[in-house]
């Protein structure tokens, strides 16, 4: 690849003829296939803006210009042009974020990955640029899919407002978020695609007049003066020009020429300008292509000339969510579903199969998706609403105010809770669990395995007058754990046999095995315990004072932050009891967790059973007064019990 090697900079790009430039997005296209098929990550969108990418640093000067990226999933192309080409270790600790990162380059100015809030922040540094009178420009590519949420739309009212605010907006319009961008915003995208641009016809209009003596020119003007409604009748772009937004386009996303063009003129414009560039998610990549549920989107280890798995790693959490979301649709003609334009990632896609005309598709708006779920519950269906565990955080007022306050039984499933790992810190589903306790009636569950996850859903939609929530994890699904017990609405996993046991393990959703793990290791320590899973984490069970005021010490352990979180409502619920019993929570603690696997994330943060285990034997051994053994010590013997 001897053009892309030569790559250190945007401006490298400078000396590039046209007929170099094209060759350069063929390998970057080769170098992506090649790359991503070995590590994962965002193929088909990156694939998508090749030529766009390049014509935006071309045009413009990053660092001193700022660009930047809606969600950063297609930032890769971005990344090999300003210096970074190494993606050998993409998405794993110690190699390249997925998404645009600060601590990787200057050229990195934003890492949200959740979408629709890069107007906001173009609108926030344009009017920072304007106080400070620089001439920096301000370039932010948005997709046609995350023009669905309504932050964008927020943030298009306040752009608007300054028509000498210089802002460049790239809609980079594939008619895809995940899958097939849906809603009234999409179907005027769809026109726009499909009509001949004013543009062109202007253009071709002044070739005519500009060679028909005496009357030409004045026609010409004439009809350049009334553009607004010459635009409105050749494409219907006027939707965006009502908000007093400049319109250039639709323009070829695959042609770097025009691209150029089109772009150097909204720099020079201004204000406000939204560039429509029409891309193909996939592009040059045909088993992409073929790809109809999502253009690989995302994909795992794949080989690069098929596009097929390396390996399947089974069933896995959403697909076991999925197939009862099936039966229970069978069951009941009240069940509905929502996606937030993600029916697949979050295993509706066979919901939707078998009863199309009961599944919802609110685009990237999960605000919209849980009030919308309130009204679909207050008219007497029971919605479930299926979303990341991370995504959920945008909808928090919704879920309070309207689902909440008004006793709506919807149901929130979340899909990737707890800890992610390879996508980084925004992905991580780590603050659903604190965010939710302060909800009023609302009842939180975390399944430990598949059984759980299939009894759970059917408890929640059960509820009709509160919302409820069911939680789990990414990837595959281990074997069921089996209960020995039941105390109260607890299931126990693991009976101490003793009447005095030391420790009480509460563990929380799929950390049952590590917590079994923790139990052997403390057990041969003498250290005797019992495990019980919840199974509904919200409201704590009534039976959990007693069985905690049975033991020494209470220990929680669970796949989310530590504050606010299932160990902190657990000792709340033991002091209002008056059950005065040592408690220890483990969980993420409050930091953003940088990319790297999951095992490596527990690892990092101690959420592992040798070291959960070895803070238990010292905080026992603290009881017993036998603390004077050493740290080391203590390491030592759990160490060689989990040998």
């Not at 994909?299 to 390996?311: F, M, R, S, Y």
């Not at 009030?371 to 479930?384: C, D, E, I, N, Q």
């Not at 046991?501 to 959703?509: A, E, I, Q």
């Not at 504050?563 to 033991?574: C, H, I, K, M």
Request: charged fraction near 25%; aromatic fraction near 6%; proline fraction near 5%.
């Amino acid at each position: 690849m001897p053009l892309l090697t030569r790559i250190r900079g945007p401006r490298d790009l400078d000396r590039l003829s046209p007929e170099e430039l094209n060759q350069l997005a063929e390998e970057i296209r080769t170098f992506l296939v090649e790359a991503v098929s070995k590590t994962g990550g965002h193929l088909g969108p990156n694939l998508g803006v090749v030529e766009l990418t390049i014509a935006l640093h071309r045009v413009f000067d990053s660092p001193k210009d700022k660009v930047l990226w809606d969600t950063g999933h297609q930032s890769y192309v971005h990344k090999l042009l300003t210096g970074r080409q190494d993606f050998s270790k993409l998405k794993m600790k110690g190699g390249l974020s997925g998404y645009p990162s600060q601590a990787e380059s200057e050229h990195d100015v934003i890492e949200n990955s959740h979408a629709s809030t890069v107007l906001g922040w173009a609108d926030g540094l344009a009017k920072a640029n304007q106080l400070r009178e620089r001439d920096d420009h301000v370039v932010a590519v948005i997709g046609d899919g995350a023009l669905t949420g309504g932050m964008a739309w927020e943030a298009l009212n306040n752009i608007a407002e300054a028509k000498d605010r210089p802002l460049v907006i790239v809609v980079n319009d594939n008619e895809r978020s995940y899958a097939p961008t849906i809603g009234g915003l999409a179907n005027h995208l769809a026109t726009l695609r499909t009509t001949d641009g004013y543009e062109r016809f202007l253009s071709r209009t002044k070739e005519i007049l500009d060679r028909t003596p005496v009357v030409g020119k004045p026609l010409y003007e004439t009809l350049h003066g009334a553009k607004k409604g010459l635009k409105d009748f050749i494409a219907p772009q006027g939707m965006f020009e009502d908000l007093g937004l400049k319109y250039v386009g639709p323009i070829d996303g695959h042609d770097i020429e025009a691209l150029e063009s089109a772009l150097a003129r909204a720099k020079r414009f201004g204000g406000p300008v939204i560039v429509h560039c029409l891309t193909e998610k996939g592009r040059g990549y045909q088993p992409a292509l073929q790809d109809e549920a999502d253009r690989f989107h995302a994909v795992g280890k794949i080989h690069p000339d098929t596009g097929l798995p390396i390996a399947s790693s089974g069933a896995d959490w959403t697909s076991v969510f999925g197939e009862e979301m099936v039966k229970l649709g069978e069951e009941r003609d009240d069940v509905v579903a929502i996606t937030a334009a993600m029916l697949q990632p979050v295993g509706l896609e066979k919901f939707a199969k078998r009863f199309p005309e009961r599944v919802y598709d609110v685009g990237i708006a999960e605000q919209h998706g849980a009030v919308s779920a309130a009204g679909l519950a207050t008219g007497g269906v029971h919605p479930v609403f299926a979303v990341y565990a991370t995504f959920l955080n945008r909808a928090f007022d919704q879920v309070l105010m309207d689902v909440a306050l008004h006793k709506c039984g919807v149901t929130f499933v979340l899909d990737r809770a707890g800890v992610t790992g390879t996508d980084g810190a925004s992905h991580n589903g780590m603050w659903d669990m604190s965010i939710l306790q302060v909800v009023p009636g609302l009842r939180l569950a975390a399944p430990r395995d598949a059984d759980q996850v299939r009894a759970q859903l059917r408890e929640a939609v059960a509820v009709d007058d509160a919302p409820t929530v069911v939680r789990f994890s990414k990837g595959a699904v281990g074997p069921a754990v089996p209960a020995v017990g039941r105390v109260g609405g607890m299931d126990v996993l693991r009976e101490p046999g003793t009447d005095r046991p030391d420790v009480l393990l509460v563990s929380v959703g799929a950390l049952a095995p590590m917590c079994l793990e923790i139990a052997g290791l403390l057990d041969r320590q003498g250290i005797s315990t019992t495990v019980v899973d919840p199974r509904w984490v919200k409201p704590v069970d009534e039976a959990m004072a007693p069985l905690a005021e049975r033991h020494r010490v209470v220990v929680t352990v669970e796949d989310n932050s530590r504050v606010g979180g299932v160990g902190s409502a657990v000792a709340q619920a033991l002091r209002d009891a008056g059950v005065d019993v040592p408690l220890r929570d483990f969980g993420i603690p409050p930091r953003f967790l940088d990319h790297a696997s999951r095992a490596e994330v527990m690892a990092e943060i101690g959420l592992t059973a040798p070291d959960i285990a070895r803070q238990v034997t010292g905080l026992v051994a603290k009881l017993d007064g036998r603390y004077e053994r050493s740290a080391a010590d203590a390491v030592d013997s759990v160490e060689s019990a989990r040998d």
